[in-house]
């Protein structure tokens, strides 16, 4: 491959991982999914050598579980803050909508407020209600930096391909 080419397609895969990587703190935004896309145009532009492949491989696997840790560590921030299960549901359901219509804030404000709304009509206690909602935002601020650091050592580990790949 010219040069110029591969550096230009390093240039562009960096680019869009670094979107990725900012994308990772607004709610709905697939900023590890990102990263794994920009992973896989570069190895598509560029070949898949043996070293490729493996790090693929792992940017695959913690795609996955930076995908998948996200609910989990919300959900169960709110869990343990005493929301109900369907608090949680429909909270989630909210933040995605919310930031469908209005991004990328739309689902910051939409989760808590209808996790906040959900809880006082089941519970009808304030004090209840937020510690709820503050779980709620603990295990998304959690999530946040689980996924941030997945995200990192995706970037990381494409660095380590990009940088020591067999030009073939």
């Known amino acids: ?25 607004i709610p709905i935004f697939p ?7 920009a992973a896989l145009g570069y190895g598509i532009a560029a070949g898949f050598d043996t070293l490729g492949i493996i790090v693929f ?8 579980f930076g995908t998948i ?5 919300m959900g169960l921030g709110a869990r343990k803050g005493g929301a109900s299960w ?9 933040g995605i909508a919310g930031t469908l219509i209005w991004p990328p804030v739309g689902g ?11 809880e006082y009509i089941r519970v009808g206690d304030w004090p209840k209600v937020w ?18 650091v997945v995200g990192v050592v995706m970037v990381g580990l494409w660095l380590v391909w990009a940088l020591f ?3 073939g």
């Open 86 to 94: 369907w608090s949680i549901g429909i909270g989630m359901a909210a």
């Open 108 to 118: 910051l404000i939409a989760a808590p407020l209808s996790v906040l709304l959900v």
């Open 131 to 148: 510690t709820s909602v503050r779980g709620l935002v603990t295990g998304w601020g959690l999530s946040v930096a689980v996924k941030f």
């Open 165 to 167: 790949r067999n030009p």
């Open 1 to 25: 491959m010219e040069p110029w080419l591969d550096v230009s397609i390093f240039g562009v895969t960096m680019f869009v991982m670094l979107v990725g990587l900012l994308g990772l703190v």
């Open 57 to 64: 491989v792992l940017l695959t696997l913690l795609m996955l």
């Open 31 to 37: 900023g590890i999914v990102v990263i794994w896309l």
């Open 69 to 73: 840790v996200d609910n989990i560590m």
